[in-house]
């Protein structure tokens, strides 16, 4: 996020605002494959120009390229306009040459012609590639980079809980310490329902707008293999949802119990294992937890 968003018509007075890209003037394509006839169509170039119409907006265009294909001609005069507008909008997709009810598409990223284009990076859609759909398992093997952000060892396009936001968040660890051991024949023979009873996070919205954050709590385990199976890279355990205003600051709780620390094997057994175990609140490392002994098949008390 680089802050410009959200636009309101008061910024953009006396800017060039640059629409590049081949469906800044699609009407049917907007449609989809299943539609009724529609009472009037609506490109998102028509929009832009009703909705800054009467006003000090300079609203200019380039397609580039079409939806797919190798023709570059149009790069240079949408590369221009980028360059020299203050607000660029791509608008650019699939259409049904590409794909439809018949016509499953080759690969889940942009065409190429569209990707020469912009001027971003993208990660390759090469992940349907590298699973077979026959193999259902979700661990990394020889090979599959595994499945789900439990277990996935490539790099994501967007990670599991990623969202944008027109403000921005701090969170801040408030609990007595940022570490404890446990030994876990302790953990039997006290019978512990929960082991930490509660952690709480302060979270600050520190953007210039109100908004809402999503507080995920995520436990990483000892990245150690258990009769050759690889643990999860980490696992959510709690998520709070919470709105802010500007400046503002409350506070979220996060139980964690036992049961969060089980690694579950192949035949449905649950283990503790030694190690550390990390709390993560988001992509931030809040808290440890350090279990010392040998790994155990958990039996519970009646």
Request: proline share 6%; hydrophobic share 35%.
């Amino acid at each position: 996020m680089n802050n410009n968003l959200p636009l309101n018509l008061n910024q953009l007075t006396n800017k060039i605002i640059a629409l590049i890209g081949p469906s800044i003037n699609a009407t049917e394509l907007m449609q989809s494959s299943y539609h009724g006839p529609a009472l009037f169509l609506i490109s998102p170039l028509m929009a832009f120009n009703t909705i800054t119409s009467n006003k000090s907006i300079n609203i200019q265009y380039a397609f580039g390229c079409q939806i797919s294909g190798t023709n570059k001609t149009g790069f240079p005069e949408a590369i221009e306009l980028a360059r020299k507008a203050d607000f660029v909008f791509y608008i650019g997709g699939l259409d049904q040459s590409i794909e439809r009810e018949d016509l499953d598409r080759t690969s889940i990223t942009l065409p190429d012609i569209q990707l020469a284009l912009l001027p971003i990076t993208f990660y390759p859609g090469s992940y349907v590639n590298e699973v077979s759909m026959l193999d259902m398992r979700m661990r990394p093997s020889d090979m599959s980079p595994g499945r789900t952000y439990k277990f996935y060892t490539g790099q994501p396009v967007f990670e599991f809980g990623y969202g944008l936001s027109y403000t921005t968040f701090s969170y801040h660890w408030y609990n007595d310490s940022n570490t404890i051991s446990y030994s876990i024949e302790s953990l039997f023979y006290n019978k512990y329902d929960v082991l930490i009873e509660l952690f709480r996070v302060n979270v600050t919205n520190t953007g210039s707008m109100n908004g809402d954050d999503i507080v995920l709590a995520y436990i990483k385990p000892p990245q150690i293999l258990d009769d050759g199976e690889t643990p999860p890279i980490k696992q959510l355990f709690g998520f709070e949802r919470i709105n802010l205003n500007v400046g503002e600051t409350k506070q979220v709780f996060f139980p964690l119990n036992i049961e969060t620390l089980f690694r579950i094997d192949r035949y449905g057994s649950k283990w503790i294992h030694p190690g550390e175990y990390d709390i993560l609140i988001g992509n931030q490392h809040m808290f440890t937890i350090k279990l010392n002994g040998y790994s155990t098949l958990w039996i519970p008390f009646k």
